[in-house]
């Protein structure tokens, strides 16, 4: 079952040894993290066996939730500020 973390879905994927380490080599490759490659390629096959229209649809509301997560830390921080402002004006 797989787990929320953040906006993202945690999921488990068992991989047998030696293709993994041919993923390993290709990431070192690429300079990438193998779970960031792996990522990619898992992407790129969505996007390859699903209509275009629903692939960017879901990449267009993945795209809307990470934008909304960066605003809401942006607005988080400048409230922290704030609020540190304020506190060192009482002190």
Do not use: F
């Not at 629903?54 to 609020?83: F, P």
Request: net charge positive; hydrophobic share 40%.
């Amino acid at each position: 079952m797989p787990l929320r973390h953040g906006s993202k879905i945690y999921c488990q994927l068992l991989l047998d040894s030696n293709r993994y380490k041919l993923a390993e080599q290709l990431a070192a490759a690429e300079g990438k993290k193998v779970t960031g490659m792996l990522r990619e390629m898992v992407y790129a096959a969505l996007e390859k066996a699903l209509p275009a229209s629903e692939y960017k649809a879901a990449l267009a509301a993945d795209e809307a939730v990470w934008r909304e997560s960066v605003k809401k830390r942006v607005e988080g921080r400048l409230r922290s500020r704030q609020e540190q402002g304020e506190s060192d004006k009482d002190a």
